[in-house]
């Protein structure tokens, strides 16, 4: 089984300064899709940014962008020029590849804190 | 708006009730999955229906069951409630056709509280 892992419970940072959480996973498959979701104080969980395991560039959107080592087995995000409305537990999460097993294995999250 | 609607937003029941949340995906997507957020579990996937047919089955408990209706809404029902089945329950959709990062949206969930 796949296992998402997050070691930082919780991360602060200044606005407008640039933040790196971390995630590590385990798997055996190669074909699969990382995510990284936000869930404000509001509880919607909203989709930041998602990489694709065959794919080597790494992806970007706006001020988010991940770091994917795939052999490492590490796919940090980054987010630069912090904002207030950063604020959020961030979720890794693990979709396999394989059809019918398309179900989302999350982190434990981490608790992102922005200092105005 | 991540097209995905829940309903209720928040439920409050006694034990040993029961309840039905309800879930309509966005337009065209015709997998849904459900998830269960609780503090001592963090998010688990429950289970996940495709154009009407149960796909996969995570740690759903049998006291819980599911539907997915011709009309794609889907309907999770839990039984015979205890205390702890207090928590947020999410509904996602995706498209569900084979291949591609099928990339899960996520409703507002459900927050419910078994008193």
């Known amino acids: 089984a796949q296992t998402v892992t997050q070691s930082q419970p919780e991360m602060s940072v200044q606005e407008a300064e640039t933040v790196t959480l971390s995630c590590t996973y385990d798997?055996?498959?190669?074909?699969?899709?990382l995510f990284w979701y936000k869930q404000p104080p509001s509880r919607q969980m909203i989709l930041v940014i998602r990489?694709?395991?065959?794919?080597?560039q790494n992806a970007t959107e706006n001020r988010f962008s991940v770091n994917f080592q795939k052999a490492a087995k590490s796919f940090s995000l980054k987010i630069s020029d912090s904002q207030l409305g950063d604020a959020a537990m961030y979720f890794c999460?693990?979709?396999?590849?394989?059809?019918?097993?398309?179900?989302?294995?999350f982190g434990t999250g981490t608790r992102l804190t922005i200092i105005p | 708006d991540s097209g995905v609607t829940q309903t209720p937003k928040h439920l409050i029941t006694a034990t040993g009730q029961r309840v039905t949340l309800r879930c309509s995906p966005r337009?065209?997507?015709?997998?849904v999955y459900w998830y269960q957020q609780s503090l001592d579990q963090g998010l688990q996937f429950l289970i996940q229906?495709?154009?009407?047919?149960?796909?996969a089955k995570g740690n759903i408990l049998e006291r819980f069951s599911a539907q997915q209706f011709p009309d794609l809404h889907s309907e999770l029902n839990l039984s015979s409630l205890e205390l702890g089945d207090s928590a947020l329950y999410f509904c996602?959709?995706?498209?569900?056709?084979?291949?591609?990062?099928?990339?899960?949206?996520f409703g507002p969930g459900t927050r419910l509280l078994v008193l």
């Open positions: 996602a959709s995706s498209v569900g056709s084979s291949g591609g990062h099928q990339t899960q949206y």
């Open positions: 798997t055996s498959e190669s074909d699969y899709y």
């Open positions: 990489q694709e395991a065959y794919k080597q």
């Open positions: 999460a693990y979709r396999s590849g394989n059809f019918g097993n398309e179900k989302l294995t």
């Open positions: 337009s065209g997507d015709l997998s």
């Open positions: 229906y495709y154009n009407g047919e149960e796909r």
